[in-house]
């Protein structure tokens, strides 16, 4: 049943290519997204495809270190990367890219990557003090309707964001449904499934097919839980990961914990729960988007207690043994903020954790193997 599932994922993302193309043809267009803070809301307000494309590849990184600094973030330098050699599709196809400014590197990158791709890049405050930091924030938002509007030649109108606001926040249900599938004990689903999932799934130019999908895996998942089948036992060790995103490509430390055997059925990262916020939709929509989004616990914001609420509530619903905290190679927010979830996890949950800092390589897969396989036994 799962091996249809997927078979049928790969069919829609193969078609997902030609479905933008064809949208695009019709005279609509499409937009880029580098953060989880810009509202996509307002490009589907816009008639307009919303993409996101934070790079999750090794490939384009040696083309971007001929103008970025080698000691950076490998998520920017391959963002960065696939515009520079024009190899990511979903850049290609982008009428403009938006932006926002949440740490260093990124948005000084985005300077540069205007030279290639029209970039509105959002001011995002850096707290979220809502009595301070709110205002500044609807402004950027406002700004950014009138630069959509533009671009598309459409009118943004509140019902309109309030339609988009109600479709994508059915989007999240059926995205947060499929992750607490994982809640199961044991889990009918892989770590590297469920990545596999989520990644191909968020680039979908029809939402309603994306969100029928999610809903079909979900409701297979269910089915298996019920004949108790899964590739694990209910005493194999369950394991959250928290900290940078990942993606296809950038999933080598999922595998690796798989691999060791551990189950990784828990994602806080903004590719996976930091994704199921719901958007109000009783009141007015630019208002409510501003509020919504000024609230994702993202360690860029300071400082981002948001992020220890949402560990704490996932470690009791997945039934967590132990959390590995991710980092990419440079990134200083995350690294510095392991010290508030190291002392979490150990000293409020008493579980094993595990701090890594790693890059999209292969190069120390198996010194990464030797720590997690010594993290394993200490459960
Ligand atoms: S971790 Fe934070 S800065 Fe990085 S892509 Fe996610 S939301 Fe953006
Ligand atoms: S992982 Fe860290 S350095 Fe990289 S883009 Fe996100 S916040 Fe910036």
């Not at 969100?211 to 194999?236: G, R, V, W």
């Not at 999933?251 to 590719?271: R, T």
């Not at 440079?330 to 392991?338: G, L």
Request: with cysteine.
């Amino acid at each position: 049943m799962k091996q249809e599932l997927f078979k049928k994922l790969q069919q829609i993302t193969e078609q997902n290519l030609l479905d933008i193309e064809a949208h695009k043809q019709r005279g609509n267009h499409v937009v880029g997204f580098y953060c989880l803070y810009a509202p996509t809301e307002l490009a589907v307000a816009a008639d307009a495809i919303p993409l996101p494309l934070c790079g999750t590849r090794q490939a384009p990184i040696e083309a971007a270190e001929e103008v970025l600094p080698r000691n950076l973030c490998p998520l920017i330098k391959s963002s960065y990367g696939f515009a520079a050699t024009d190899t990511c599709p979903f850049f290609r196809f982008s009428d403009m890219v938006v932006a926002d400014t949440t740490c260093d590197g990124k948005k000084k990158m985005f300077e540069i990557m205007a030279a290639i791709k029209p970039v509105h890049v959002l001011q995002l405050p850096q707290n979220q003090d809502m009595a301070k930091s709110l205002s500044p924030w609807k402004d950027e938002i406002e700004k950014l309707v009138a630069v959509l509007e533009k671009l598309t030649d459409r009118q943004i109108t509140p019902e309109k964001i309030s339609r988009s606001i109600a479709l994508l926040n059915k989007e999240r249900r059926a995205k947060k449904r499929l992750m607490d599938v994982t809640q199961a004990k044991p889990s009918p689903l892989t770590g590297p499934e469920l990545v596999e999932i989520l990644f191909k799934t968020g680039f979908f130019a029809d939402k309603e097919k994306g969100i029928d999908l999610m809903n079909e895996i979900a409701d297979a998942c269910q089915t298996l839980i019920e004949k108790k089948e899964s590739p694990y036992t209910e005493n194999t060790f369950r394991i959250l990961l928290t900290g940078v995103p990942i993606g296809l490509g950038s999933d080598k430390v999922v595998k690796i914990i798989e691999q060791c055997g551990a189950n990784v059925v828990a994602f806080e990262s903004c590719s996976g729960y930091k994704q199921t916020f719901q958007v109000d939709e009783t009141v007015d929509p630019i208002q409510a988007l501003a509020g919504q989004y000024l609230s994702i616990p993202c360690s860029v914001m300071s400082p981002n207690p948001g992020r220890m609420e949402m560990l704490t509530e996932m470690i009791k619903s997945f039934s967590i043994d132990g959390v590995v905290d991710l980092t990419w190679q440079a990134c200083h927010t995350y690294n510095i903020e392991s010290f508030h979830v190291r002392k979490l996890v150990q000293d409020s949950f008493g579980l094993p954790f595990l701090h890594l800092e790693t890059d999209y390589s292969e190069s120390d897969t198996e010194q990464l193997r030797v720590r997690i396989e010594a993290f394993l036994e200490m459960i």
